[in-house]
C-alpha cells in the first residue's frame, strides 16, 4: 500500500484522536479534503446477508433518530462488490462518478464505502481502494470500544437467545490465510436453537468446531454457552480435539442437564493432516476435483450424555485444491431438505467460501420462507496447500 500517497499516518492518528464511533467519519473527511468527494458513507452487512445498512454520518439528522437506510442486497451493485471484491465506477448522471468499494479484512466483508467524486482517474480509484482497506482495521480496531457496529448489523429484533448466541461466535465470519480460507454462516431459527461455530489459528494449526446445543431458545443459547467456553478453555489451555471434547462432555454433565452434538478439527498448516471428533454430529463433506462424498466418520455419543462416554480422534488428510462442508442438522432437515445441497456445492465450487456460505444459508432461508424451524450453520474450507498464495481484493470493475 502506497501509505504516503493516501496520508496513512495522517488517517491513523485522526482515526486515535477521534471517538471509536466517528471512523467512517475520519475516512470520509480525508476523502472529502483531498478529491472533493461527497455523499461519503459507510454500509454494514446485515448478520444474515440479505440487506446493507447505511451507518448514518456523525451529527446528522438521521443518526439523532437512530435511523439508517437498509438496502437489498440481491441484484444490486453492492452485492456485485461484496461477490468480486472489486472496486465499482459509473457516472453519477450529474457530471461525477459514483464509487463503491468492498471494506473488508483478511476476506471478512465488513461492508462497503460508497462515494462520488467529480472525476475518477488511476490516482482517484487507487486512494478509494485503499481508504476501503485503512477503513476495514479501523473498523475492527474501534468496534471493540462500541456498539455502534453491532447496531448497524441487526435488521430485525433481537431477542434474548439470539443475544447470547451472537456472542459465542468469532467476531469474524471468514478468515484467510497462506494454507486455507474459512467461511463461516448461521441463520438463526425463530426459536433460537442453539447451534455455534468457532474457529482458531496458531502458528501450525488451524482448529475448528462446529456444535448444536439441544432444545431451543434461552435454553438452549445456555447450553451453547457451556459447551463453546469448555471448548474454548481446553484449547487455549493447548489441548487437542480430544481433550476439548472431554472438557466439553465434563462441563455439560457437571453444570446442566442437556446434550451437545459436535464436530471438532484440528488441521496441521504444514501437511493438511486432519484429527476429528465426531460427537453424534452430521458427517462433514469433502469436494475433491468433480467428486462430493460424505466422509463417513464414526460417531460418537454427543456431548452431556448421561452415560461413560469414550472419544476418539479421527486423522484424515487434506489435498491442495480440497473443500471441506461442515454442517448442522438444520440445514438438512425439515423445509431446509428441500434444498438440494450437492447441487449447490457443486454449482459455486469455483467461488470464494463466503459465497458458499451465502448461497447455501440463503437457499435455507429462502426454502423455509424465511421462518427457520431449527439453526442452519454451515462452515467452508478450502484448502491450499503450504502455499505462498494471498488474496488479492484490489481491482476495479468499470
Not at 279 to 295: C, K, M, S, V
Request: aromatic share 4%.
Amino acid at each position: 500500500m502506497a501509505g504516503e500517497g493516501f496520508g496513512l499516518d495522517e488517517v491513523l492518528r485522526a482515526a486515535e484522536d477521534a471517538a471509536p464511533v466517528q471512523s467512517v467519519d475520519v475516512v470520509a473527511l480525508n476523502l472529502e479534503k483531498r478529491f472533493s468527494a461527497t455523499e461519503v458513507s459507510f454500509l454494514f452487512v446485515d448478520l444474515i446477508g440479505q440487506e446493507a445498512v447505511r451507518l448514518p454520518r456523525t451529527g446528522t439528522a438521521e443518526e439523532a433518530r437512530g435511523e439508517a437506510e437498509r438496502c437489498k442486497l440481491a441484484g444490486s451493485v453492492y452485492d456485485r462488490v461484496l461477490r468480486s471484491q472489486r472496486l465499482h465506477q459509473e457516472d453519477d448522471g450529474e457530471g461525477g462518478c459514483r464509487m463503491v468499494a468492498p471494506v473488508t479484512n483478511r476476506g471478512d466483508c465488513i461492508g462497503l464505502l460508497d462515494l462520488v467524486v467529480p472525476h475518477a482517474d488511476d490516482r482517484v480509484r487507487d486512494a478509494v481502494a485503499q481508504a476501503a482497506h485503512v477503513l476495514a482495521y479501523i473498523v475492527v480496531t474501534d468496534r471493540r470500544f462500541t456498539d455502534l457496529y453491532h447496531w448497524g448489523r441487526r435488521t430485525t429484533a433481537v431477542s434474548l437467545a439470539a443475544e447470547i448466541q451472537h456472542q459465542l461466535l468469532p467476531s469474524a465470519s471468514c478468515c484467510e490465510a497462506a494454507q486455507f480460507t474459512l467461511a463461516c454462516g448461521l441463520v438463526p431459527a425463530d426459536d433460537i436453537g442453539g447451534d455455534t461455530y468457532d474457529y482458531a489459528l496458531d502458528q501450525d494449526r488451524l482448529y475448528l468446531s462446529i456444535t448444536d446445543a439441544m432444545g431451543h431458545d434461552t435454553a438452549s443459547a445456555l447450553l451453547a454457552t457451556l459447551t463453546v467456553n469448555a471448548l474454548r478453555g481446553a484449547r487455549r489451555a493447548s489441548q487437542g480435539v480430544l481433550g476439548q471434547a472431554y472438557a466439553a462432555h465434563e462441563a455439560i454433565t457437571e453444570h446442566a442437564r442437556g446434550m451437545t452434538t459436535g464436530q471438532l478439527l484440528c488441521v496441521t498448516l504444514k501437511t493438511g493432516e486432519c484429527e476429528l471428533v465426531n460427537a453424534g454430529h452430521p458427517w462433514p463433506l469433502r469436494l475433491r476435483g468433480a467428486r462430493l462424498e460424505e466422509l463417513a466418520v464414526r460417531v460418537n455419543l454427543p456431548f452431556g450424555v448421561p452415560a461413560p462416554v469414550t472419544y476418539e480422534v479421527q486423522r484424515f488428510d487434506l489435498e491442495p485444491g480440497d473443500r471441506l462442508v461442515l454442517l448442522t442438522d438444520g440445514m438438512t432437515e425439515r423445509c431446509s431438505a428441500a434444498v438440494d445441497l450437492t447441487a449447490l456445492i457443486h454449482d459455486t465450487r469455483d467461488e470464494h467460501p463466503r459465497e458458499v456460505v451465502r448461497a447455501v444459508t440463503g437457499a435455507v432461508h429462502d426454502a423455509c420462507g424465511g421462518s427457520l424451524p431449527d439453526d442452519a450453520t454451515t462452515m467452508v474450507l478450502d484448502w491450499h496447500g503450504g502455499s505462498d498464495r494471498r488474496n488479492s481484493d484490489a481491482g476495479a470493475d468499470t
